[in-house]
């Protein structure tokens, strides 16, 4: 699946998801439901960024190589990502962008999860960063899930021992 563009891999898992959250709502209701799958795609995007970390050259990682992994994976490869992302800045100590178009979103509504967009896609975000390296940190003050008309991504990076 790994091979796969993101958009298609999303589908895919929303596919898979719809039923089992269906289920889950009807025997344990809508909120614990939402908690229990939010649990789940929490572990899933900590995997998946242990996995990412691990095949840095020497296990390294690094705010250019987080940059270099977001371009690889998102900016790169067009629309199949899933995304339509401004940057507006990136350096050694942060990464700041806007989600313009999130194609993950669109999916999650067109499979009838759009309640869940947030739980989906937008929590793995944080969870990612932070568990491919403890030192990144995401702020984000608002979501294409939420309502609003972009997503606004900022990623900032504190070396071990920085001051605030």
Known sequence: MADLPNIARRRLQGEVIKPIYEELVAEIGPARARALLGRAITR?????ARRAAAAEPDGETSMERFTALFNATYRDRGLESGLEAE?????PDHLDFDVTRCRFVEVYRELGLGEIADVLS??????FASAYDPRITLERAQTIAEGADRCTFRYRFKPCGGGV
């Open 122 to 127: 937008c929590n793995r975000d944080g969870t």
């Open 87 to 91: 940057v507006l800045s990136a350096g």
């Open 44 to 48: 899933s995007a900590e995997a998946e």
